[in-house]
């Protein structure tokens, strides 16, 4: 098995500390790596960072470290833990993790955690069995050979005696923590809680309404803040007139928050804060606020000229990062060129649930109750905020009321740590769903340009391609002006075609908003752009989209995009385990158009559209059917395969890829952001609206059956989305939409 670790026993002490949750019996921890974020400070490498605790009532606890946003993490990871230890399924407990840098990397975004976690968490599973199998052995006085653990028991062979795992869980703590190296480890053939489609643990309480959200916390002597934040990034509070909003019931007192400067990071925006007994209260006392701002520098900023801009400098040579042969001279001697740009605006996450984070602060330290992805971020953020030691700031992690790389960000918690030492209570600072959209992490306006130069018999010879969008990295970093590899390696410089001449580039795109991570992140501008064009080859050429993607991955074959000059990241794993495979992508497309029939004739005014997308270490292929009547555009049905390597729970797998079918629609049908003098133009779901009910399609998921590493699931369904429903527009009205969103063009 890859990424082997050392295993020890944990003291109670411990276990407590690093869940919130006191145990007996047989405690375990792994020694594992930290996986560290793309976009996140560096943690320490630490120990302890999964637990199993068997209680002598036969429950066995599973500690889950990572983040639950409806996306089944807290039943996957367990369920893998499960297997190898050969638990009953129905004796299982999870227990959340409260935020600890034992645990390595909690960030719960990249759609990382399986396949960050998933040797250690078998490791951990089988450890704990094998403690068990040999505390039963000394019980029986029997040969270890003899013992084997099933459905919750110790069993012996021989005598066919069984004793549970909770009888023998005292007597299993002494035993020795086991070398890893040996381990034994089920064959998937033999799995019986992985691959299986197991409801979500949390699912009865979110029905019931009893679980507990970030917006759901509530602390006695607790007092409620509403922000008023500077609508311009790097703006100011020049003063502020208190008097109207003090006089408001219920609001106790108005605080102008600690002014902060660039670079962004996760700190607060500069604003005022009103704090009230109630929500209600500190709403009506903000808007009572009379603030006179000071905009800075960006407030000359506007989105439409921003992207005029870069639409007019990407179709001009930019600074090259992958390239091999000579694509400006083969372009040129070539029978026939293509050429097309596009371009995508800004989009914000807009989770259902807002962001919302309570906390208090005493003489010891301060505690967090925070609806968060990244509990170590908030964890250190706070600290460094509060002048405190890391170890003094407890977090717990609630539900997520969606996430999609928001909660990811710490601004929200340091907001509420700020306020509660300055006032002496527990405060709870609640987003509005205006503020959210106002005042969030953007994903980043962009432009993306094509060329292809074909032969006489309609063959790729040349290819050039140019991104330029403001960089995640500004938020960390103000000086930086152009795309990272970090971002150009999301579906750009590790474009999957062999072409004698290629030059991939990028262009220069100063920031003014804060940039930050959205579900999919810069596979959203490269998925529809590359899956665009291929389709407009497609047509000059005379062939099926399908058999023009074939053409241009050609044979089957694992690519190297470093030999032609590329810093590729591949998502922080080694290229070795997660390569770049044509076959896999192929096989996905080729299932797709199968499983849609997408290439039968349709009916007047209706087409299907395809595309295919490797993200995330997995290849997904989607197939959408719309109908163009009267301008208006309407999505019929979606068809999906994923091949993302081992599954853990299908069901989990197959919500994920509906709600990526969703969240791509929403993306391309009407996602935009606009900014004017500097301050974002949209409010609430009214003018940045998600997907409704009505107009929703059919979905079809697949998942293709894999021995391969288990690779991630969030995300990579997301980019192929626009460019299948924008060729299938074209395909059935003949109008090419090259800017998102579509209703810019058509109604929806």
């Not at 007996?24 to 792994?30: F, P």
């Not at 199998?133 to 019980?139: D, N, T, V």
């Not at 604003?271 to 603030?291: D, H, P, Q, Y």
């Not at 001449?501 to 529809?528: D, M, T, Y």
Request: proline share 4%.
């Amino acid at each position: 098995m890859k990424n082997s670790h050392s295993l020890q026993s944990v003291s109670r002490r411990n276990f407590l500390k690093y869940t919130g949750v006191a145990s007996s019996g047989l405690i375990l921890g792994a020694v594992v790596p930290s996986h560290l974020a793309w976009a996140e400070n560096n943690h320490d490498s630490n120990t302890l960072n999964l637990f199993v605790s068997i209680e002598k009532d036969n429950t066995v606890n599973i500690v889950c470290h990572r983040s639950e946003m409806g996306q089944g993490i807290r039943t996957s990871i367990p369920q893998i833990v499960a297997e190898e230890l050969c638990a009953d399924w129905s004796k299982v407990n999870v227990v959340q993790g409260l935020a600890n840098s034992a645990y390595g990397s909690q960030n719960t975004d990249g759609s990382r955690s399986i396949r960050n976690f998933y040797s250690a968490m078998r490791q951990m599973g089988a450890a704990a069995r094998t403690m068990l199998e040999g505390a039963g052995a000394k019980f029986w006085q029997a040969s270890i050979k003899d013992v084997y653990a099933e459905n919750g028991y110790i069993i012996n062979k021989v005598s066919g005696q069984k004793l549970s795992f909770g009888y023998l869980a005292d007597l299993a703590s002494e035993q020795p923590s086991p070398d890893v190296k040996s381990l034994s480890f089920k064959k998937p053939e033999n799995f019986k809680i992985i691959g299986q489609p197991i409801p979500i643990v949390d699912l009865p309480k979110i029905v019931n309404g009893t679980t507990e959200f970030g917006q759901d916390v509530l602390l006695d002597d607790m007092v409620f803040a509403s922000i008023e934040r500077c609508p311009v990034i790097g703006g100011k509070v020049k003063s502020v007139n208190k008097s109207a909003a003090l006089k408001i019931p219920g609001v106790v007192d108005v605080i102008v928050m600690p002014e902060q400067s660039f670079p962004v990071v996760f700190k607060p925006l500069n604003g005022v804060a009103v704090i009230a007994k109630n929500t209600w209260s500190a709403l009506k006392g903000r808007k009572a606020l009379e603030i006179d701002w000071e905009l800075g520098e960006n407030q000359s900023h506007n989105s439409e000229e921003y992207l005029e801009e870069l639409s007019k400098n990407i179709v001009t040579k930019g600074k090259v990062v992958r390239h091999t042969g000579d694509a400006y001279k083969a372009i040129k001697e070539s029978k026939q060129t293509v050429s097309a740009s596009y371009t995508v605006p800004y989009l914000v996450h807009a989770p259902m649930e807002p962001p919302a984070a309570t906390a208090v602060v005493t003489q010891e330290g301060c505690e967090v109750w925070a609806c968060t992805q990244a509990p170590q971020g908030v964890q250190q953020t706070v600290a460094q905020a509060l002048g405190l030691k890391q170890e003094q700031v407890k977090v717990n992690i609630t539900l997520l009321g969606g996430g999609f790389g928001r909660k990811s960000k710490h601004d929200f918690s340091v907001e509420a740590a700020i306020l509660a030492k300055q006032t002496g209570n527990p405060v709870k600072v609640v987003w509005s769903r205006e503020d959210d959209i106002q005042s969030g992490y953007y994903h980043a306006i962009s432009a993306q340009h094509y060329e292809a130069g074909l032969t006489e018999s309609n063959q790729v010879s040349a290819w050039i391609q140019r991104s330029a969008f403001p960089s995640i990295i500004w938020t960390f970093n103000d000086k930086v002006t152009e795309p990272s590899d970090m971002e150009l390696s999301l579906g750009f410089g590790d474009m999957p075609f062999t072409i004698d001449n290629l030059s991939c580039e990028k262009h220069q795109a100063p920031a003014h908003l804060r940039i930050g991570w959205i579900r999919s992140v810069s596979n959203i501008q490269h998925g529809f752009a590359l899956g665009s064009f291929v389709d407009e080859l497609a047509l000059v050429s005379g062939k099926s989209t399908q058999q023009t993607w074939l053409d241009l991955l050609g044979e089957d074959k694992l690519l190297d995009v470093k030999a032609q000059g590329f810093d590729y990241k591949n998502y922080d794993m080694p290229i070795e385990d997660y390569p770049i495979d044509t076959s896999r992508l192929k096989n996905v497309l080729n299932l797709v158009v199968e499983k849609s029939n997408a290439n039968q004739t349709t009916a007047e005014n209706e087409a299907w559209g395809i595309s295919v997308h490797r993200s995330f270490l997995s290849y997904v292929a989607v197939a959408t059917k719309v109908r163009v009547f009267n301008d208006k555009v309407k999505v019929l049905e979606m068809y999906n395969v994923i091949d993302a390597g081992r599954i853990i729970n299908p069901d989990r797998v197959k919500s994920q890829m509906e709600g990526a079918m969703i969240f791509g629609l929403s993306i391309a049908l009407m996602g935009q952001i606009d900014v004017k003098e500097g301050a974002v133009v949209q409010s609430n779901y009214h003018d940045y609206p998600m997907l409704r009910m009505h107009q929703s399609p059919e979905i079809y998921s697949y998942i293709v059956e894999s021995d391969e590493l288990a690779a991630g699931v969030g995300e990579p369904g997301v980019p192929p989305v626009a460019a299948s429903v924008c060729n299938a527009i074209f395909r059935a009205c003949g109008k090419r939409i090259r800017d998102l969103p579509i209703n810019k063009h058509l109604k929806v």
